[in-house]
T-cell receptor, first 116, second 113 residues
Framework: DAGVIQSPRHEVTEMGQEVTLRCKPI?????LFWYRQTMMRGLELLIY????????DSGMPEDRFSAKMPNASFSTLKIQPSEPRDSAVYFC??????????????FGPGTRLTVL | DQQVKQNSPSLSVQEGRISILNCDYT??????FLWYKKYPAEGPTFLIS?????DKNEDGRFTVFLNKSAKHLSLHIVPSQPGDSAVYFC????????????FGKGTLLTVNP
């Protein structure tokens, strides 16, 4: 299995531009997570999908952030417009939790975003 | 306010010795705890976990201890190997929200040959 695939691995953009991060979860996993890692806040959950449906987006910082999961094998995280404070490493993770059980989450390699 | 705290940003140990990484939490609703390991330029990978109904879980060289009264857990690595050098994250999930992991900021472990 190829694991969770994220693209691009690095993204450098200018303030005000739209940024789209992509994720392909592990085949057969029905849960998908987007995380952001910064020095100040550490690793924090942005949004959680189950069976392609957003279940918890309480971690999405503001309306400039949006996420979609049009099918079981693809998800995007979009920032529009981007700001320098969005600079961080963004991780996608997938898993298959049984009801009521905390399951292992499998992380992708991350996308390092730099907004100038 | 950080609900999961790893107060040591870094730890250095000699190969063959024990590594002890510590984690404290404040949320009494947490009932499941995990440790993840992260190498540079990679995503975190799951290492070991423990349910709140236990106080110890062991997997090879790795043992996690949970002290619920102190809201403290620790990861012991014995013996430590240079390949264990990585950032270790403690994480916790809450009853009823088992998908939602709250992470500590991590401890960088360096194992010296």
């Amino acid at each position: 299995d190829a694991g969770v695939i994220q693209s691009p691995r690095h993204e450098v953009t200018e303030m005000g531009q739209e940024v789209t991060l992509r994720c392909k979860p592990i085949s057969g996993h029905n849960s998908l997570f987007w995380y952001r890692q910064t020095m100040m806040r550490g690793l924090e959950l942005l949004i959680y999908f189950n069976n392609n449906v957003p279940i918890d987006d309480s971690g999405m910082p503001e309306d400039r952030f949006s996420a979609k999961m049009p099918n079981a094998s693809f998800s995007t995280l979009k920032i529009q417009p981007s700001e320098p404070r969005d600079s961080a490493v963004y991780f996608c993770a997938s898993g298959s939790p049984a009801a009521g059980v905390t399951d292992t989450q499998y992380f992708g390699p991350g996308t390092r975003l730099t907004v100038l | 306010d950080q609900q999961v705290k790893q107060n040591s940003p870094s730890l250095s140990v000699q190969e063959g010795r024990i590594s002890i990484l510590n984690c404290d939490y404040t949320n009494s609703m947490f009932d499941y705890f995990l440790w993840y390991k992260k190498y540079p330029a990679e995503g975190p990978t799951f290492l070991i976990s423990i349910s709140s109904i236990k106080d110890k879980n062991e997997d090879g060289r790795f043992t996690v201890f949970l002290n619920k009264s102190a809201k403290h857990l620790s990861l012991h690595i014995v013996p430590s190997q240079p390949g264990d050098s990585a950032v270790y994250f403690c994480a916790a999930s809450e009853r009823g929200s088992n998908y939602k992991l709250t992470f500590g900021k991590g401890t960088l472990l360096t194992v010296n040959p």
